[in-house]
């Protein structure tokens, strides 16, 4: 079974930084897509970036692209993280981590259909 560990999110002032961790387990695929997304409150699900583990090609939203840094560790295999800077009030919401087995993700059409398993999510909030 699938299971997707979301952890580092909590609150943060505008400019500030978070590190967001997404430990995947029970992959029986040796290639997949991993991607985080956001909900905030009373909007629809975005698709923040991902990662694809056939050659760690990534995307970026361009909401976040600049700030937000995706990545993998190669040590601890399957977990993703999402470095996060220079955070704005904006940038509040839900993230949940997706999982999506023979997926290549480098576009938005990609990420949009990245939604085999996911995650319970974590809270970020940025105050201003």
């Known amino acids: 079974e699938v299971q997707l560990v979301e952890s580092g999110g909590g609150l943060v002032q505008a400019g500030g930084s978070l590190r967001l961790s997404c430990a995947a387990s029970?992959?029986?695929?040796?290639?997949?897509?991993i991607g985080w997304f956001r909900q905030a409150p009373g909007k629809e699900r975005e698709g923040v970036s991902c990662?694809?583990?056939?050659?760690?090609?990534?995307?970026y939203a361009d909401s976040v692209k600049g700030r937000f840094t995706i990545s993998s560790d190669n040590a601890k295999k399957n977990t993703v993280y999402l470095q996060m800077n220079s955070l704005k009030p904006e940038d509040t919401a839900v993230y949940y981590c997706?999982?999506?087995?023979?997926?290549?993700?480098?576009?938005?059409?990609?990420?949009?259909?990245?939604?085999?398993?996911w995650g319970q999510g974590t809270q970020v909030t940025v105050s201003s």
């Open positions: 029970g992959f029986t695929f040796d290639d997949y897509a």
């Open positions: 990662i694809s583990s056939s050659d760690g090609t990534t995307y």
């Open positions: 997706a999982a999506e087995g023979h997926h290549y993700c480098d576009t938005a059409q990609a990420m949009g259909v990245l939604d085999d398993y």
